[in-house]
Every structure is written in C-alpha cells, then in structure tokens.
C-alpha cells in the first residue's frame, strides 16, 4: 500500500467517525431534546442515505464484479446479502438494546440502564455502516474498478452527513436523563467508535478480498438494509403526521445517489 494509499484510507474511514462526534456535539449547544417531529425527520434522511448507499454503492458493484457469471451474476449479491442480514440478526439477538421511542428491551434480559441499552443500539447500527466504508476503500485497494476513490469518498461522506444527526439523538436524551454535558458529549462519540473499527478490521483484510469482494460488497448491503427496515422505519413512521421521514427519507436517498454519481 502507496503512502498515498494508507492516507485516503485513513482519511475516508475518519471522516463519518467526525460526523457523530460533531452531532454528539449538539448537546453542549442545545438545552432540550429534538421535538419528535425533528426526530423522525431526521431518522428518515438517516434511512434514506442508508437505502441509496446499499444500492449505488454497494449492490450494483457487487452485481457488476461478478458479471462473468452470466445469468448468475445475482448469486454472489444474494447470498452475501442474506449473510448480512443473518449477521446483524444474530447481533439483535445477543445483544440487550432499546429503540429510541420504545419501553420494551429487545436481546436477552439485562439490568443495564435505559441509557446503556440505547447506546447498544446505536452501537449495533453503527457496525454495517463501518463495514460499509471499510469493505469499499477494501475494494479500491484491491483494484476493483467499479469502485473507483470518488464513489469510495461519496459514500464516506453520505454516511458522516447521516451520523450526524445520529450523534445528537444518541447525545441529548443521554443529557435529558440527568447525564454532564461532556459525559453525554463522549458516550455519543464512543458509540460511534465502532464505525472506524469495523472499517479498518474489513481493510485489513485487503489482500484476501478480491475473489470474495461480491460477497463483502453485498453483505454489508444487506446488514445496512437490516437495520433501516428494523430500527429506522419504524422510528421515522411514529406518531401522527409521519410522512415528514418519508419525506426526508427522499432527501436522504436523493442526495446519497447524487454524491454517488457526481464522485464516482
């Protein structure tokens, strides 16, 4: 790997890593939590770069990578898709968490506090958006050339603009349940830790990912999707008027598939 390499690597794994600590941020400038209009709003842009990200950016190349299979050029997409989605399955079920808007835990019975459980969940999401960056700039350093280093940055970038609001969801209730300003501030960036570690444990594995990049492509896609169906469109859809996250939803898709296209 070229000095110049290891830096865009670095860099592009970094950045959605500051878009949470940024939005953690929020609580040392905000005194309440986000009405929970704002929160679907924002729950629903989060789902639609999520959404636009697994297309564009990762199940389209998948797709393209394994086009000397013909009519089978599916099967490596569908099947690390659906390892994806066990994946992240397994986690929601070993893990105790709580869904923001929720009372009832999900995982195995534990005495861990509402806060803690919250953060776990987010923890959780946060995983294939990770794996998402790192198996991306994974592909760029093997030469794949359906990923080239501005759809790699594209997506760094849709998914940093997404963790944004994520760090303020995770920060403010943490604040509002009684938590410092700074305490709230480094949980909401802790939780977000997860992302450049799962990127550079899926970098790492660089040498080796050429023959299986479909797979790894789509599998990350799948864990993505994951998520979006079972956590974030339900959040977005609660209460009346809901159709503000369907709207942001919109936002969020169109916007990732704009950076998609114009950088890769």
Known sequence: MFKGDTINVLLGITI????????????????RQFRQSVRRSLTGFAAGVMVAASFWSLLVPAI?????????????????FWLGVAFLLFLDSVTPHLHQETEKSEGP??????????????????IPEGMAVGVVYAAL???????????????????????????AIISMPLRAAGKSRSRAFWIGVLSGA?????????????????????YFLSFAAGAMLYVVVEELIPEMSQGEHSNVGVLMFAV?????????VALG
Not at 16 to 31: D, E, I, K, Q
Not at 111 to 123: E, F
Not at 194 to 214: D, Q, R, W
């Open 194 to 214: 997860v992302e450049p570690a799962a990127a550079l444990l899926t970098v790492a594995a660089a040498n080796v990912i050429g023959p299986a990049l479909p």
């Open 109 to 126: 019975q534990s005495r861990l506090a509402r806060t803690t459980k919250m953060v776990l969940a987010v923890t959780i999401h946060n």
């Open 141 to 167: 350093l093997s030469g794949c050339g359906e990923i080239t280093a501005g759809a790699a940055m594209a997506l760094a970038m849709g998914i940093a603009i997404q963790n944004f609001p994520e760090g």
């Open 64 to 80: 393209d990578r394994s086009v000397s299979l013909g009519k089978f050029s599916f099967l490596p997409a569908f099947i690390g």
């Open 16 to 31: 959605p890593f500051v878009g949470t600590t940024l939005g953690s941020a929020c609580v040392f400038l905000m005194n």
């Open 252 to 260: 969020g898709f169109t916007l990732m598939m704009a950076l998609d």
